[in-house]
């Protein structure tokens, strides 16, 4: 847990302010924007935009800001006008930059990957149960499965590799206005 972290951005430099130190970011030195969806709490959703230079460095800002270890404040209206701007002064200072949402293509196979042969299995776990005629084993699997999918859904769905526009950010992976 850390301070709060301001973001401000002036022509072609974005400024950092964590309290501690300022720094000034040169936005032409922007390699990617990343954007992604990211599963919080129950009931919470949490989109992160990650900068990445060209030396390697990078920075990433959330749509959630943790007041405690415990408690999170939704900043909606605040994360998509920021990333919007931002978006727009990277490609103004630099018309090379990539724009991409979802994880990497090796991240989101693996999960996909993972997350149908975690249903198969549990399917495979219900009708083991149903043959045996064990009921509720197969019902608590079967609520299992539910909310398996209910959780990981967004996750293989929103975060699909793509590239994408500069003025034109993806609007499943900012968080909804209003």
């Not at 072609?12 to 969806?37: A, F, I, P, Q, W």
Request: glycine share 8%.
């Amino acid at each position: 847990m850390g301070g709060p972290i301001s973001f401000a951005i002036k022509g072609d430099r974005l400024v950092v302010d964590s309290g501690r130190k300022v720094h000034e970011v040169r936005l032409g030195t922007v390699e990617t924007v990343r954007m992604t969806y990211e599963p919080g709490r129950i009931g919470q959703k949490s989109y992160r935009t990650k900068v990445t230079m060209m030396d390697g460095k990078a920075f990433t800002f959330s749509s959630l800001t943790w007041r405690s270890l415990i408690e999170a404040q939704e900043m909606t209206t605040e994360y998509r006008a920021f990333a919007q701007a931002l978006c727009e002064a990277i490609v103004k200072a630099n018309p090379e930059a990539r724009f991409i949402a979802g994880k990497p293509w090796w991240l989101w196979f693996s999960t996909t990957a993972i997350a149908i042969l975690s249903l198969l299995l549990m399917a495979y776990l219900i009708w083991q149960a149903l043959q045996m005629g064990s009921t509720g084993v197969a019902l608590i699997g079967a609520l299992l499965a539910v909310v398996g999918i209910w959780q990981i859904e967004p996750m293989v769905r929103l975060n699909k590799p793509r590239f994408f526009s500069s003025n034109a950010p993806p609007e499943e992976l900012m968080p909804k206005a209003g």
